[in-house]
């Protein structure tokens, strides 16, 4: 009953942000040549992930580049059955949330897998590419 | 600091509520609890109004439903704690009152979640991260950041698929019951495990439906509920509110919510009290997995015992504390914003006893309640005591 109530229609919204990227582009330069590189503080010397400008920890803003191999086990994961609008067009997906043994966590897909062997504790290494929209990223696959 | 008893309560049927604008929706939560605490909008001094938003037509929901409920004039604000939004206007209501700056004021939550198709609504909700570490290349979900955590969970102690569908058996046996909850039907354990793979190992069964709703709370100082001769208010005895970070690939584990243990701590701390005192509970179950996860964090159970206390019927009218018997977000639905105030809501109903129908009244001794009311993946927790 209640989907056949009157209604009138909004005008349109069609929001696009554009994100600021300067203080970590580097990490998209690397991702382009083929590397995986993230942030550590010289302040207090701790790795961070997702790469940053400025330090939670000790608020310093001494950054250096570290280049990370990449690799890891896998410490939680999902297979995506149902997907949001702007990823429709993509078939399911596996995220997965690794530990590198560097000691950072990253989330990404987990590709070339068969989804019925994927587990928790099972080792994978990072990829670093283009995504078939063209766009730099990253991924695991199993190793 | 002033005691403060929660005086009136209100609460819309929860929905797909095609028949209502987010004004009226709001108002058949305000009506009630004003008629309930004796007072009329022009009584109230403050109101906090929850509502993550963003889904609906309006930029301003506060000032919009305030208007139309007669609220205008009253001090107003918006309160975002993404899915624990009731509960964060709930406790800025609380401390205007605690501190003497208002004797009533009002805490409402809404969301109108249903004007937008399921696959934007799942673009907007899955942003509930760090949009672009998490979103932007990996379209993370609502579901599958909780379905992260279940992996984990089931991996290091366990807990199995059916485990989590008996949480969605309970609550849904709950909201069979409950005339304000969107599903007012049972299901099996069979059921939900055979229902849409949504995000591995969730299933459509193991998650709150998207659904529009409002609930709404009039709280007051201990002089005034007297003044006003309130026969049984419901005091609030501990608060707590903890948060933790945005990005998932930053937390100690995936098996349980550090910002639910720690806000717990503050409450139960707050109110000189423990799990073990604990007579009847809300806790966020916005999926299965959650519900079990909240059991340890709060204390009900040791880490990992989460499951052999839904299998063991602990949680249900009859063990030793009765766990979302008004059916959870689960089968009550889950608008957004409208949560924690629907938690208060309920809470307030059993510690009267007058929980509708009245096969869903918990056996109180201590009239001792609590509610736990999470935003986002962990990202924020709010944790309430409640005392009659």
Known sequence: MWNAMPSIRSRPLNLVFEIPTSRTQKFWQWIEGGEFHTTRCRGCGTLLFPPVADCPGCLSSEMEWVKLEGRGVVDAFTHVIARPTSFQQHEPYTIAIVRLREGVRVLAWLMDVDITKVEVGMSVRLEVGKTPEGEASYWFVPS | ?388
């Open chain 2, 1 to 388: 600091m002033k005691r403060v008893a929660v005086i009136g309560v209100g609460h819309s049927t929860f929905g797909v509520r095609k028949d209502v604008n987010l004004s009226e929706l709001t108002f058949e939560a305000v009506r009630p609890a004003l008629d309930d605490a004796g007072l009329s909008g022009k009584d109230i001094e403050f109101v906090s109004f929850a509502s993550a938003g963003g889904m609906y037509e309006e930029a301003l929901p506060a000032v919009v439903a305030a208007e139309y409920c007669g609220l205008t004039g009253a001090g107003l604000l918006r309160c975002e704690a993404a899915c624990a939004s009731g509960s964060a206007a709930f406790l800025t209501s609380y401390l205007n009152v605690a501190s003497g700056h208002a004797d009533v004021a009002m805490a409402i939550g809404m969301e109108k979640m249903t004007e937008v198709d399921t696959p934007t609504m799942m673009e907007l909700i899955g942003r509930a991260g760090s949009y672009l570490w998490e979103f932007h290349n990996f379209g993370t979900t609502f579901p599958s950041y909780y379905a992260l955590y279940a992996s984990a969970h089931m991996a290091r102690f366990g807990t199995t698929e059916e485990d989590l569908a008996l949480v969605a058996v309970k609550n849904h046996r709950y909201g069979a019951l409950n005339p304000k909850a969107r599903f007012q039907r049972e299901t099996t354990v069979d059921e939900v495990l055979a229902s849409y793979p949504v995000a591995w190992p969730l299933k459509l069964f193991d998650c709150c439906p998207i659904c529009d709703g409002a609930a709404a709370a009039v709280l007051a100082s201990e002089e005034k509920a007297r003044e006003l001769g309130v026969d049984t208010p419901i005091w609030v005895s501990g608060v707590g509110c903890s948060s933790d970070t945005a990005n998932m690939g930053k937390r100690p584990d995936y098996v349980g919510l550090k910002a639910s243990v720690s806000a717990s701590e503050r409450a139960y701390g707050m109110a000189g009290l423990g799990p073990d005192d604990i007579e009847v509970a809300t806790v966020h179950d916005c999926f299965t997995i959650a519900e079990l996860m909240a059991y340890e964090d709060l204390g009900f159970c040791g880490k990992g015992e989460g499951a052999a206390l839904i299998r063991e019927g602990v949680t249900e009218i009859g063990g030793k504390i009765p766990v979302n018997i008004d059916g959870g977000l689960k089968a009550k639905g889950h608008p957004i914003g409208a949560t924690g105030c629907s938690m208060i809501y309920e809470l307030t109903k059993q510690l009267r006893e007058e929980a509708e129908r009245r096969q869903r009244q918990a056996p109180l001794e201590r009239y001792i309640a609590l509610a736990h009311n999470v935003g986002g993946t962990g990202h924020y927790c709010y944790v309430t005591i409640l005392r009659r």
